[in-house]
Structures are given as structure tokens and as C-alpha cells.
Nanobody, 128 residues
Framework: QVQLLESGGGLVQAGDSLRLSCAAS????????MGWFRQAPGKEREFVAA????????YYADPVKGRFTISRDNAKNTVYLQMNFLQPEDTAIYYC?????????????????????WGQGTQVTVSS
């Protein structure tokens, strides 16, 4: 198991930027595919972005493509989510997650059930 701790959330205005961080401890960080998910009030959790173990392949949900960037620093055991041009519909709790899946197909990395470790989440609120 790996322990995950998110930070960087907050209250911003539409058009602003935020960078979320997720620090990992426990097992070797580069063993895991890392993902970001979010859950808005009254909605189901949804996939946001994921990154391969080496950081060379990234995946994004359509609503965030071109605005969000996922990256990782394996030396620092940290994954990031840079969020630009935030909109009110981005308001949600953002969760970091780790997957030990042997597959990195889009269908796998977007499936929350493939992630065995989750952080507690960080709130992002975007006002209009």
C-alpha cells in the first residue's frame, strides 16, 4: 500500500489557476500509475487525468483536455495536477489515487476500481 496526501486546493475565480500536489509514502512510488479523480456535490466520482509510471504517457478526460496537465516527480514521490482556466464546473473534491495495474490502456487508467490507494481529497472551488 502507498499512502497519499493531497494539497493545493482552494477558492479561486473563474479563469484562475491552481496546482494540486499529491505526496506519496510507503512503497516505491514509481511502481504505480497515478491518477486524479474528482467528485462534485451530488455527482459520481469521475476521472480527471492519469500518468504512467515513468511519466511519459498521460491521459485526460475530455472536459479538462488543454486546460489541465498531470506530471510526476519520482525523485520526490509526488504527482501534480496543474489546472488552468478553471471554471465553476471544475468545483469538486479532487482525489489522488495509485494503481498497480499492469495495463495502461485508457479504459484501465480511467477506471477508479483499478486504483487501490486513495488520498483524502482536497477541495477546489471556482466562483463565477
Amino acid at each position: 500500500q502507498v499512502q497519499l496526501l493531497e494539497s493545493g486546493g482552494g477558492l479561486v475565480q473563474a479563469g484562475d489557476s491552481l496546482r494540486l500536489s499529491c505526496a506519496a509514502s510507503g512503497r516505491t512510488f514509481n511502481y504505480y500509475i497515478m491518477g486524479w479523480f474528482r467528485q462534485a456535490p451530488g455527482k459520481e466520482r469521475e476521472f480527471v487525468a492519469a500518468i504512467s509510471r515513468g511519466g511519459t504517457v498521460t491521459y485526460y478526460a475530455d472536459p479538462v483536455k488543454g486546460r489541465f496537465t498531470i506530471s510526476r516527480d519520482n525523485a520526490k514521490n509526488t504527482v501534480y495536477l496543474q489546472m488552468n482556466f478553471l471554471q465553476p464546473e471544475d468545483t469538486a473534491i479532487y482525489y489522488c489515487a495509485a494503481s498497480s495495474s499492469g495495463s495502461t490502456t485508457p479504459e484501465i487508467v480511467q477506471d477508479g476500481a483499478q486504483y487501490g490507494s486513495w488520498g483524502q481529497g482536497t477541495q477546489v472551488t471556482v466562483s463565477s
